[in-house]
C-alpha cells in the first residue's frame, strides 16, 4: 500500500514538473489581471487566417455551427473554463461587451473546455454571473478538442475575433484591456 502511495505521489509530481516546464505565463500588459500559464509550441491562429469551421451544442443542447453565422454577423470566440481565475475576471468585460454591440453585428460565443459532464455548474455560473452571451461545449474527439486545438488555444482565457467573411482579425491569449477589445470589435462589425 505504502509502495503505491509513493508511486501515486512521484506520478503527480513527475507530471506538475512536466507541465511546469512546457508553460510560460502571459499577462497583461496593465498588469492588473492574473498570470495564466499558457502552454510552449502550440500556435495561436493569428490575424489573416481562415477561422476553422465547427459544429457543436450549446447549454440548451441546441446546434451551434461557425458556418450559419458568417456572412451575417461577426463572431468572438471566447474560450474559457469553469476553473480558470483569469477567465472569469475576463467575464464582466466579455458580457459588457456582448450588450454593447448585440445589435451592431457581432455575435459572441463562449467556448467551454470543462465539458457536458460540467453543464450544472455551468449553467448556474451563467445565472449567478448573468451571462448575456451563448455558452457552447467544446467537445473531445480522441485526444484532441473539436474547438480549441484548430484555434491552437494554449491557454484561456483566449479570444478570437472573425469578421463576416470568415478570417481571424484579432487573436489574444490572456488578458485583453476594453478598449482594445472595442477596437478590434469595431473593425470587425463593419
Known sequence: MRS?????????????????AGTSAQESKGGSYTKIPTVKGIDTLKAGAPAPDF??????????RLKDRLGKDAVLLFFWSFFCGPC???????????RQYAEKGIQVVGVNLDGMEMK????????????????????????????????GVAGTPALFIIDKKGIISYSVVGAVTAQALRTEIEKAAK
Open 4 to 20: 503505491r502511495y509513493l508511486a501515486s505521489t512521484l506520478t503527480i509530481a513527475v507530471t506538475l514538473a512536466l507541465l511546469a
Open 55 to 64: 459544429t457543436v451544442k450549446d447549454l440548451d443542447g441546441k446546434e451551434f
Open 88 to 98: 472569469r475576471e475576463e467575464m464582466p468585460l466579455v458580457n459588457e461587451m456582448t
Open 120 to 151: 450544472k455548474a455551468v449553467d448556474k455560473f451563467v445565472v449567478s454571473e448573468k451571462i448575456a452571451f451563448r455558452i457552447v461545449f467544446d467537445e473531445l474527439e480522441g485526444d484532441s478538442f473539436r474547438v480549441a486545438d484548430p484555434y
